[in-house]
């Protein structure tokens, strides 16, 4: 059941008699009905697809997924994020991860063995941005992950570092 094992069977821990998983805590900090999201996301289908994008990005192979706008991929983007970051530095796992969130450019790395956050500066407001943060970060391509959200309106980006991308479906030909 999901309540017990988590998503895609992941780590668990006891607080004060209750089972939370890393999603529980994810779904809190975002104010979402965890019911509501954690049990409906829990097909074997889902987490087959999770699986293979997390493997895949250990394998510093970059991922696509593509849907219409409203059917849950940013929360899908939320899992991986969290995926990523709660194993972040361990064997094979990458030792940076840059995250494109509303139009910003955020990288997380271990310092002192905390997970530590940073604004990049530039940010990533326009896909110029994003190419030009992936240029400047070409020698750490087989440390960092980076994770993005297209817009609706964005087109062809040019990513030379291990990549994770969700975007809408619209238009799904002109976009990469």
């Not at 030792?95 to 997970?115: C, N, S, T, W």
């Not at 940010?123 to 943060?133: A, E, M, S």
């Not at 609706?152 to 969700?166: G, K, M, N, W, Y």
């Amino acid at each position: 059941m999901c309540d017990q094992q988590g998503i895609s069977g992941g780590s668990t821990s006891q607080r004060g008699g209750l089972l939370f998983t890393p999603w529980d805590v994810l779904v809190y900090i975002q104010g979402y009905k965890a019911d509501a999201f954690r049990c409906a996301e829990c097909t074997e289908i889902d987490t087959d697809i999770r699986n293979k994008t997390l493997n895949n990005l250990r394998n510093r192979e970059s991922q696509v997924w593509m849907g219409h706008s409203g059917i849950g991929k940013t929360i899908e983007v939320n899992y991986i994020m969290m995926e990523l970051l709660r194993n972040l530095g361990e064997e094979g796992w990458p030792k940076q991860v840059a995250h494109r969130i509303g139009r910003e450019i955020y990288l997380y790395e271990l310092v002192d063995g905390r997970v530590s956050c940073s604004a990049v500066e530039g940010g990533g407001r326009t896909l110029q941005h994003v190419n030009d943060f992936c240029r400047n970060n070409y020698r750490k391509r087989n440390d960092l992950v980076f994770v993005l959200e297209l817009g609706e309106t964005e087109v062809d980006p040019q990513l030379s570092l291990t990549s994770f991308i969700a975007m809408p479906s619209y238009k799904a030909d002109d976009r990469l």
